[in-house]
Structure formats: C-alpha cells, structure tokens
C-alpha cells in the first residue's frame, strides 16, 4: 500500500492549490481518504477526509468554505482543492488511507493506517 500527496507549493494569499494523493497497491473505492496537515511547531490535524465511495465528507471549521475533497476511483486518486489559501494554511499536508474508517469518520488521526510523504503548501501573506 502505498500513497503519494503532490502538488504543494508556494502561493500568495488569496490563491490556489490543487492536492492530488495517487494510492496503488489497493482499490480506492474501499478505502476512506483523508487529508492532514503539519504546521511548524504544532501537531498535525485533520484537514478533510471523504468517505470510502465519496458520499461523505468531513472538513475542520478552518477550512469549511475553502477547500473542497474529491476522490476518483477509477484513477485511484483523491484530491483536496483550496481556495483563498491563508497564511495560516502554510504546513506539511498528507494524505491517509484506512479500509475500515464508517463514512468520513472524525477526520482523526487514530482512523487512518496507511499514510504518505507529504507535501509542502507555503501561503505568502
């Protein structure tokens, strides 16, 4: 099993980012997706997390309105669109994956075993 998040970078405020996390060795459409960040100095959180078919999502309060998640089956690929990027967003993301996560789940770690590098996003102000 194994994931790789791309796609990060640096953009000013106000702008976007698309994620893209490809997975191989498994079927993406049994396995929930979720999306994680690392800010320096603080612990990593949920970002948003999609269930197993994408019926179901989940987004942190800090990101509701601006970041949308999306996975394709049949690509076996999930992606977290964000928009009117913050400053505040800067931080390491990851994507995580887990067969037995019930719809979109909490968004929290504990739910998820199976995790890839991830990738930088840096929000200029």
């Known amino acids: 099993v194994q994931l790789q998040a791309s796609g990060g970078g640096l953009v000013q405020a106000g702008g976007s980012l698309t994620l893209s996390c490809v997975v191989s060795g498994f079927t993406l459409d049994d396995y929930a997706i979720g999306w994680f960040r690392q800010a320096p100095g603080k612990e990593r959180e949920g970002v948003s997390c999609?269930?197993?078919?994408?019926?179901?999502?989940q987004y942190a309060d800090s990101v509701k309105g601006r970041f949308t998640v999306s996975k394709h089956n049949r690509l076996n690929t999930a992606y977290l669109q964000m928009d009117n990027l913050k400053p505040e967003d800067t931080a390491v993301y990851y994507c995580a994956a887990d067969p037995t996560v019930v719809d979109a789940g909490f968004c929290e770690e504990f739910e998820y075993e199976y995790w890839g590098v991830g990738t930088q996003v840096t929000v200029s102000s």
């Open positions: 999609i269930s197993a078919r994408g019926g179901d999502t």
